[in-house]
Each structure stands twice: as C-alpha cells, then as structure tokens.
T-cell receptor, first 117, second 111 residues
Framework: DAGVIQSPRHEVTEMGQEVTLRCKPI?????LFWYRQTMMRGLELLIY????????DSGMPEDRFSAKMPNASFSTLKIQPSEPRDSAVYFC???????????????FGPGTRLLVL | GEDVEQSLFLSVREGDSSVINCTYT??????LYWYKQEPGAGLQLLTY?????DMKQDQRLTVLLNKKDKHLSLRIADTQTGDSAIYFC???????????FGIGTKLQVIP
C-alpha cells in the first residue's frame, strides 16, 4: 500500500493567497483527520471525517479554513486568505475503525510544510 | 478535555536506555499510543497499550502504564542513533476516535 499521500510536500505563498492542501487516504480507510503541527502548539486536530462526513470540526481555527471530502479517496484543506501565522506542517491521517481495535490506529501522511510570507 | 504532558527534550548516550515519560488527566482513556516522528516525516505508530494492561514489551521497547498516577512511559533499551526522533504520547477514549497528542519529546542519541 502506498500509505497516505499528501500534496504538495512544500508550499510557499504570500499572505492573502489561497492555499489548497490535498490528501489521499489509504484505500479502505473510512476515517480521515487533518492536523496542524507547530513548535508552539504541537499537534492539533483540525477536523475529522467519517465516511466522508465531517464529524468534528471544532479544531478549525477560523472561517478562513475549510475542509472537504467529496469522496472516500480524496480530501482538501483550504486556507483563504492565508496569513503568516498559518505557517506550519499540515498532516493528514486515515484509519479504519471497522477493522478491529488497533486497526483504528491512525496512519499519517508525510505532511505539507506551509510557509506564508 | 484531555491534557497530555511530556518533557520537551531528552539526551542519552548510544547504548544506554532511554525513558520517555507522559502524564495525562483523563482517567477514561482507553487506548494509549507512542508515535515516533523522524525529521521531515509524518508520525509513525511505534507501540500501544490498552488501559487494562500495566506493561507491554516489544523487542527493545517497554511501555509501562501507571493508571493510579496517570503516567505512561516508554523505555528504549540499547538506544541507537537511529532512535533519534520526536516521540509522541497519545491517548484515546472509547467510542469517538479523537486522539489527543502530547507535544512530543525530542530524543537525541549521542554516539
């Protein structure tokens, strides 16, 4: 299996621009998570989808952030407009809760390193 | 919500044992994980323990759980330079899958 795939791996943009991060979960996994990692705040859960439906978006920082999961194999996280404080590493993870207890383990993608100037 | 605390940094000599500690506040945590993050990479599950266990050993790794003190530790025997990474403690309750991560402990192995 290819694992969780994220693109782009690196993104540098200017303040005010729209940024779209992409994620392809592991085939067969029906839960998808978006996290943000910074030195100051560590790893924060932004949003969690189950069967393509957003279940918990309480971690989304503000209206500038939005996430979609149009089908089981693709999700996007969009920031519009972007700000310098959005600079972080954004991780996507997927899991398969139907597979048994520890198949609920979350498998992480390599992350997208975002720098907003 | 759940609070998970870890020290930020640990330095050990190659061949020594490393012990990474984690404390948490929610006694209803059911699943407890240790993840490893190597530079420039995502998090990778290292090992896990159920809340009804006190100890789990997996090759060089030993996980100890003290439920009374809400303390979880990861011991790495014979630490190697390849063990240099950030180690995250993570906890999940039953039901909803939300996992709470600690801030991570950076392990530096000195040759």
């Amino acid at each position: 299996d290819a694992g969780v795939i994220q693109s782009p791996r690196h993104e540098v943009t200017e303040m005010g621009q729209e940024v779209t991060l992409r994620c392809k979960p592991i085939s067969g996994h029906n839960s998808l998570f978006w996290y943000r990692q910074t030195m100051m705040r560590g790893l924060e859960l932004l949003i969690y989808f189950n069967n393509n439906v957003p279940i918990d978006d309480s971690g989304m920082p503000e209206d500038r952030f939005s996430a979609k999961m149009p089908n089981a194999s693709f999700s996007t996280l969009k920031i519009q407009p972007s700000e310098p404080r959005d600079s972080a590493v954004y991780f996507c993870a997927s899991s398969n809760p139907r597979g048994g207890q520890f198949q609920e383990t979350q498998y992480f993608g390599p992350g997208t390193r975002l720098l907003v100037l | 919500g759940e609070d998970v605390e870890q020290s930020l940094f640990l330095s050990v000599r190659e061949g020594d044992s490393s012990v990474i500690n984690c404390t948490y506040t929610d006694s209803s945590s059911t699943y407890l994980y240790w993840y490893k993050q190597e530079p420039g990479a995502g998090l990778q599950l290292l090992t896990y323990i159920f809340s009804n266990m006190d100890m789990k050993q997996d090759q060089r790794l030993t996980v100890l759980l003290n439920k009374k003190d809400k303390h979880l530790s990861l011991r790495i025997a014979d630490t190697q330079t390849g063990d240099s990474a950030i180690y995250f403690c993570a906890l999940r309750g039953g039901g909803y899958q939300k996992v709470t991560f600690g801030i991570g402990t950076k392990l530096q192995v000195i040759p």
